[in-house]
């Protein structure tokens, strides 16, 4: 059965710190990949969505950056954190090519305090 | 724009009482749909999901939607509240498997003892 695992679960960083959330999938090939992220208070918003290896698509101009770097390995990162980014940071995954009626699966999520 | 609505933010039920949360799309082409539920500081967890082989659809937990084309709707509903059903809960929409899946602002629903 496929799987997908997140880490860490919490994180409290200082402002100007770097950032690396990884986000990996067991049991299956070729997945479409995509990091949320929910800010206190506010619904899904979708940062970035990977449909093979280095490949990236922005959905919102930030502080951010993913990569994509083996096949079932998402990362998000950051050069330096502002205080704004904090929020509870969700990965998720979709198989490629099998039709709308699937839905996403999502991993247990990453709260990160900046301080 | 295809979109998709949960009206109220927040809803409030007594344990026990029927829980009705409310789900639009905005499309002229009835898309797939999906209820996600999240708990306090965890992912979201697939409730149920339509795909037209039936307008009623049965989830875990005792919940359940129908799917209503001509009021363009999707709500969920769950005969009694049970406390543990205190989460928020996510509407969601995909229109083709080339499109991402668009979700709602989310319900917070609380259960009164």
């Known amino acids: 059965s496929q799987t997908i695992h997140q880490w860490p679960a919490t994180l409290v960083q200082p402002v100007g710190s770097p950032l690396s959330l990884e986000c990996t999938v067991e049991?299956?090939?070729?997945?479409?990949l995509y990091w949320y992220r929910q800010a206190a208070g506010r619904g899904l918003q979708l940062l970035f969505y990977?449909?093979?290896?280095?490949?990236i698509s922005s959905e919102v101009p930030q502080n951010l950056s993913a990569s994509r770097p083996q096949d079932r390995q998402f990362i998000l990162s950051s050069k330096k954190l502002l205080l704004s980014d904090s929020g509870f940071y969700l990965c998720?995954?979709?198989?490629?090519?099998?039709?709308?009626?699937?839905?996403?699966?999502f991993g247990s999520g990453t709260r990160l305090t900046v301080v | 724009a295809q979109s998709v609505t949960q009206l109220g933010s927040h809803v409030s039920v007594s344990e026990g009482a029927l829980v009705l949360l409310r789900c639009n799309y905005s499309?002229?082409?009835?898309?797939?749909l999906f209820w996600y539920v999240q708990y306090p500081n965890q992912g979201l967890q697939l409730l149920l999901k339509?795909?037209?082989?039936?307008?009623l659809v049965k989830g875990i937990n005792g919940f359940e939607a129908e799917f209503k084309k001509s009021e363009t709707s999707f709500h969920l509903t769950k005969p009694s509240a049970h406390m543990s059903d205190a989460a928020e809960y996510f509407c969601?929409?995909?229109?083709?498997?080339?499109?991402?899946?668009?979700f709602g602002s989310g319900t917070r629903l609380s259960i009164r003892p």
């Open positions: 049991g299956t090939s070729n997945p479409n």
């Open positions: 969601a929409v995909r229109y083709s498997s080339a499109s991402k899946i668009i």
């Open positions: 990977s449909v093979g290896i280095g490949q």
């Open positions: 339509y795909t037209s082989a039936a307008t």
């Open positions: 499309s002229s082409v009835p898309p797939y």
């Open positions: 998720a995954w979709s198989p490629r090519g099998t039709g709308a009626t699937y839905g996403y699966t």
